[in-house]
């Protein structure tokens, strides 16, 4: 399949620092959509930067997109505790809406 | 607004037992749900897609008749697991698209986690 990769697996950082997560993808997309999951929970929408976008902002996340590198970074400022989930990018494409998850970024921001 | 409920959120059940889990739209119809499974620490893998009124389509290596859907509303989709065996112990989670929006994100429920012992 053609998963979105994530990287890094797992990132632990302090509260207040940034953190920075990364998506390749190997096809053309229509968007890319970033997701949060706490643990056991279903996943929670944080912000889609469509093809022809590069930068987007929502609070503290800015979200990247380089087409030319197939790759997008999620990146989280003056990180908190309860920032600590896993951060999953989506590759949006197609008429048919799926989406297809890469393997996620597990965040763990300490107090 | 864009609310989906899952029910149940966890349940356990012999094996050779049937389990039906259910995905609401509560505030807005969906024509189009998702059905995932996730395992521990892993990503999303899709099950199948849930249309309306119609037969779902499943993804390759997903046997349709191990994991029956419907979604004969739009607002509710069921997934049920039959003849449940350990290997089908997983996180099971719907999402659901608000129609008729190009680059819509995807709306989950709160998953459901299946025991099966």
């Known amino acids: 399949s053609q998963q979105g990769e994530e990287d890094p697996q797992a990132l632990s950082i302090q509260e207040g620092e940034n953190a920075t997560m990364n998506c390749s993808y190997k096809?053309?997309?229509?968007?890319l959509q970033w997701y949060r999951q706490n643990s056991g929970r279903g996943l929670v929408h944080l912000i889609l930067i469509r093809s022809n976008e590069r930068e987007k902002h929502s609070g503290r996340l800015r979200v990247t997109l380089d087409t030319s590198k197939k790759s997008s970074s999620l990146l989280i400022t003056a990180s908190r505790a309860a920032d600590t989930a896993s951060y999953f990018c989506a590759r949006g494409g197609g008429s048919n809406y799926k989406l297809t998850f890469g393997k996620g970024t597990l965040l763990t921001v300490n107090p | 607004g864009a609310v989906v409920s899952q029910h149940p959120s966890w349940v356990i059940c012999k094996s050779g037992t049937s389990v039906k889990i259910e995905c609401r739209s509560l505030?807005?119809?969906?024509?189009?749900m998702f059905w995932y499974r996730q395992f521990p620490k892993q990503s999303l893998m899709l099950m199948a897609t849930s249309n309306e009124g119609s037969k779902a389509t499943y993804e390759q290596g997903v046997e349709k008749d191990k994991f029956l859907i419907n979604h004969a509303s739009l607002t509710l989709s069921t997934l049920t697991v039959t003849s449940a065996h350990p290997e089908d112990s997983s996180f099971y989670i719907c999402?659901?698209?608000?129609?008729?929006?190009?680059?819509?994100?995807?709306?989950f429920g709160n998953g459901t986690r299946l025991t099966v012992t």
């Open positions: 505030d807005f119809q969906a024509t189009t």
């Open positions: 999402s659901a698209l608000l129609p008729r929006l190009a680059n819509s994100p995807l709306h």
């Open positions: 096809t053309s997309i229509n968007n």
